[in-house]
């Protein structure tokens, strides 16, 4: 077994193992009924978005990357098991709110390649292994709304890791750098979420909301009550043009 003079240092987004689109090759999902699964992931992306702004708020960090990153993984498993997810709870059937959170995609911040990697799943009790991987196979593998924000929550942090590289930015493998730029990440990404989100709702029959915007400048999309009842009767709407073709 080959050792490594030093820890492969990367920022890690975290999503669901089981259930979640943004592990698995899905054809699309970009249809009404598909509007529960994005708003699960927005409130995911949310979760943690708020998870590592506590930390820069309250000025007090993890000891180690390692630990920052299992805390924020634990925290957001504990999340979906519990409440998060309100009215747009998947069933705890074995793909749904019974998985865990783990890393999904990444950027490799240490030795400078500021590289995009996926996180290959090794088998229970295994950590998942990092490899090198390009924009297009990101956009390959996922389906339009999830790789648009995967690639913008990672390209933020490969132009924050290209800046500080060249810059010579002594803290940029810190607990803290890590954390202030997963915050940045985090931020760009539900940004282009709560986009496609918004487009796709109005596709759906959405009237939308007197403001188009938060006062973050993000896109304002469906309470999730709204969004349960455009999946509800675009599944409804599909029953009966099925039926009607019988």
């Not at 990153?69 to 519990?82: C, H, I, V």
């Not at 990092?130 to 924009?135: G, R």
């Not at 596709?203 to 509800?232: A, F, H, Y």
Request: with cysteine.
């Amino acid at each position: 077994m080959k050792i490594l003079r030093r820890p492969l240092r990367a920022l890690a987004m975290l999503t669901l193992v089981l259930g979640c689109a943004a592990t698995q090759a899905a054809p699309g999902c970009d249809r009404c009924e598909d509007l529960p699964q994005l708003y699960r992931e927005l409130l995911e992306q949310e979760f943690l978005r708020a998870k590592f702004q506590s930390w820069i708020d309250q000025a007090y960090y993890p000891t180690s990357i390692s630990s920052m990153q299992k805390q924020a993984a634990s925290a957001l498993t504990q999340a979906m098991k519990g409440d998060l997810y309100g009215v747009l709870a998947p069933p705890k059937d074995g793909t749904g709110a019974s998985g865990a959170a783990a890393p999904s995609f990444g950027t490799v911040i240490s030795g400078g390649s500021c590289q995009l990697v996926e996180y290959v799943p090794q088998g229970e009790g295994k950590d998942p292994v990092p490899q090198p991987v390009t924009e297009q196979k990101v956009k390959d593998k996922l389906c339009k709304p999830l790789a648009d924000f995967t690639l913008a929550h990672e390209n933020s942090h490969i132009q924050s890791c290209t800046a500080a590289r060249q810059s010579g930015d002594k803290s940029v493998e810190t607990v803290e750098w890590f954390v202030r730029d997963d915050v940045k990440a985090y931020e760009a990404g539900v940004k282009v979420l709560r986009e496609q989100i918004a487009a796709l709702a109005r596709k759906c029959q959405w009237t939308g909301s007197t403001n188009l915007r938060k006062p973050d400048n993000s896109m304002v999309v469906p309470t999730p009550e709204q969004i349960t009842t455009l999946s509800q009767n675009a599944k409804a709407k599909a029953g009966a043009m099925r039926r009607a073709s019988r």
